[in-house]
């Protein structure tokens, strides 16, 4: 069982930023890839950033790209998502996950942390 910890989370104006962080086991990497996804109200969970065990490489849906980066920090065992200009359709609980490519199968979820962005 891999235990997922985010935090972060809270209420911004449209414009401001806010960091995502979450929490994983050490040595995730060796076994998978890191995503961000996010739920609004009443609609699917979606894709939102990705970050590749196999060389780092970054992946973003495209309604965040250019605004949001997702990054690691191996020391202290966290992955981020930096929101910048934020919109209120970011407004949603953000997850972070574990994913195995190719088909971007989810073994692994945080309990997720609520972003609302005011306009």
């Known amino acids: 069982q891999v235990q997922l910890k985010e935090s972060g989370g809270g209420l911004v104006q449209a414009g401001d930023s806010l960091r995502l962080s979450c929490a994983h086991p050490?040595?995730?990497?060796?076994?998978?890839?890191m995503g961000w996804f996010r739920q609004a109200p009443g609609k699917e969970r979606l894709f939102v950033a990705a970050?590749?065990?196999?060389?780092?490489?970054?992946y973003y849906a495209d309604s965040v790209a250019g605004r949001f980066t997702i990054s690691r920090d191996d020391a202290k065992n966290t992955v981020y998502l930096q929101m910048n200009d934020l919109k209120s359709e970011d407004t949603a609980v953000y997850y972070c996950?574990?994913?195995?490519?190719?088909?971007?199968?989810?073994?692994?979820w945080g309990q997720g942390t609520q972003v609302t962005v005011s306009s």
């Open positions: 996950a574990t994913i195995r490519w190719p088909r971007m199968f989810i073994d692994y």
């Open positions: 050490g040595d995730i990497f060796s076994n998978f890839s």
């Open positions: 970050l590749s065990k196999r060389d780092g490489s970054t």
